[in-house]
């Protein structure tokens, strides 16, 4: 309780029922809990095994249909700090989504912004506008608000893989909008490539026809092939003492929009990183609260108080302000989403490394 509190007495207790009745609440017995020297959110540090979520998802497959109304085959996390809230923190959603042989998610479109990561596996084409976008191991792809979508797994294996969206932000500013499309999607082709990766997906090179893009990346599909070169180039760079990696052993490497450079979405960061085999990353806190998914390796991530042995496919949750440590085992390939951009839009973006303010 903090100083300069009042005595107690029978008229004291009086007023504070008076404030309760009438639905107001004193500053002076909240102050801590309201304005905390640093951020101190009610979600926790958590992991969810890849082991264990892909066999209930598995289940999933068998016992519950997808279709119209429930619309999508995905099981949220739910940060135990967060009540039972399908939250896994309090801005963001992950979900493990999984779809059979030969079927069909129906399309919708949403104000909420979204993402597949793709840990494992393929045969799944996300359908974004009309525009098929194969879903392959590594790739990231994007499906930003308002944009009609539908998922269909032609090939005869289930797949598996990760969603990321702001559900969490966007219920608590109310500002949800939602419509169905077509029941079916409205495109079963399987290419290769979608029509966004023709357009936008040559580095450095933005179509004369295109209006500067909206707040989202136009860019589809960011292919794992990309994304692991430009990694494995860092470390080469470092191994010839040229600059590149973060810090020493660390390589890593932002999903941006090609046309500004900016985040791929207005609340959502996403990024790549690799450590090398015995690497440990200074601790690092910052302002906003995130989402890592193990892709490749084994190794140890320290988050606040709590440390776990880490491999493929595991997602683990950093609140705010939690400081977070990794340490490759193995060589260490980790896909990671945040709410940044929110922070960084609002100025109340910080970031501290090695106890070092950024
Ligand atoms: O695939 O469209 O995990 O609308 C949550 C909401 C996935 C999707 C989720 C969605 C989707
Ligand atoms: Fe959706």
Known sequence: MASNQPDPSPELDELYRGFEKELL?????????????????????????????LPLAEKAGELVPVGRGGERRAIALANPGLGGAPYATPT???????LGPGENAPEHRHTQNAFRFVVEGEGVWTVVDG?????????????????????????REPMAWIDG????????????????GPDQVSSTETPDRSRAERLWGHPGLRPVSQPAPAVSSP??????????????????????HHPGVVEPGHAAVRFT????????????????HRLRAGVETAPRREVGSSVWQVFEGAGTVRVGDAEWAVDHGDLFAVP??????LAAGTQLDLFRF?????????????????????
Do not use: C, K
Request: hydrophobic share 40%.
């Open 25 to 53: 609440v004193p500053l002076w017995t909240e102050i801590g809990d309201l304005m905390p020297a640093s951020p101190s959110p009610a979600m926790r540090p958590h992991v969810w095994r890849w082991q264990t979520l």
């Open 92 to 98: 963001l959603w992950a979900a493990i989504q999984y």
């Open 131 to 155: 525009d098929p976008v194969a879903m392959r191991r590594g790739d990231f792809l994007l499906t930003p608000g308002w944009h009609f979508h539908g998922h269909h797994n032609t090939s």
């Open 165 to 180: 969206l702001d559900i969490p932000f966007v219920h608590y500013t109310g500002s949800a909008f939602f419509e169905f």
């Open 219 to 240: 860019l589809a599909a960011y292919r794992w092939e990309h994304t692991d070169a430009a990694l494995s180039d860092q470390l080469a760079l470092e191994d010839e």
């Open 257 to 272: 929009n090609p046309a500004t450079g900016g985040d791929v979405m207005p609340t959502i960061r996403a990024e790549f």
């Open 320 to 325: 705010s302000w939690a400081e977070l440590t």
């Open 338 to 358: 945040s709410d940044t951009p929110v922070f960084e839009r609002l100025h109340a973006d910080r970031v501290q490394v090695g106890g070092q303010q950024r």
